[in-house]
């Protein structure tokens, strides 16, 4: 069965300090796709990556940055230097290659940037 | 901008009523999608659509019904509200077969069944 663990519900830290937010997922594909999105208090959920399985180059975006482990089944999320604005709480998810359309999502970490 | 727009943003409905939540996008994309999303259980699959007239049940989906008779608008239907559906209603859309950005979110609906 394919499963995605978010192990953190709620992270708090002060501002400027980095955070890494974990997700360790579960499928027998080999082919998938894995996705974090973000969830401010408006309730909308923002996209912020997708990797796919045969790429396992780890990714940076400004202060964003992504570890993508096929051999621990992880893809940690690492916020460097973090703000107040990235308050939210932060989902993970899974796609199968049978049914690619279809997304499983983790139970979400909630983080809080204290200034 | 493309959107996913949920009609209510706060809902408040009696026991037994029967509730619609309404989902409409513009990108004119086939799949769509409603989640609710508790505390501690994230976000989970109640109905999909991968087409026109087409529904499939996801994880939960005892309790609720959905309609789709155009592309754009998807409804979920609360046959007789309980109060153990009071939750985050999350509609969702996305491409067939190109997950490029996996799905794009409504604001979401929240529910209060008194």
């Known amino acids: 069965a394919q499963k995605v663990t978010q192990a953190q519900t709620e992270i708090s830290v002060v501002e400027k300090e980095d955070v890494t937010l974990d997700c360790v997922y579960e499928?027998?594909?080999?082919?998938?796709?894995l996705f974090w999105y973000k969830q401010p208090p408006s309730g909308e959920l923002v996209f912020l990556i997708r990797?796919?399985?045969?790429?396992?180059q780890n990714e940076i975006s400004g202060r964003y940055s992504w570890n993508f482990q096929k051999s621990t089944s992880s893809f940690n999320f690492t916020i460097t230097a973090s703000q107040v604005v990235d308050s939210a709480v932060y989902f993970c998810?899974?796609?199968?290659?049978?049914?690619?359309?279809?997304?499983?999502f983790g139970t979400g970490t909630r983080l809080q940037v204290f200034p | 901008d493309v959107k996913v727009t949920q009609s209510s943003r706060y809902l408040v409905k009696r026991t037994g009523e029967k509730v619609f939540l309404e989902c409409v996008q513009d990108?004119?994309?086939?799949?769509m999608f409603w989640y609710r999303q508790d505390p501690g259980l994230g976000l989970r699959l109640i109905y999909f659509?991968?087409?026109?007239?087409?529904?499939e049940k996801g994880d939960i989906p005892e309790g609720y019904s959905v309609s789709r008779e155009k592309k754009e608008r998807f409804s979920l239907i609360l046959e007789s509200a309980s109060t153990n559906q009071t939750s985050m209603y999350l509609c969702?859309?996305?491409?067939?077969?190109?997950?490029?950005?996996?799905?794009?979110f409504g604001s979401g609906t929240r529910l209060t069944v008194v």
């Open positions: 969702a859309s996305s491409v067939t077969g190109a997950l490029n950005y996996g799905y794009t």
């Open positions: 499928t027998r594909d080999t082919t998938y796709y």
């Open positions: 990797r796919n399985s045969f790429d396992e």
């Open positions: 998810a899974l796609s199968a290659t049978y049914n690619t359309d279809k997304l499983i």
């Open positions: 990108m004119d994309h086939e799949n």
């Open positions: 659509s991968y087409d026109v007239k087409m529904k």
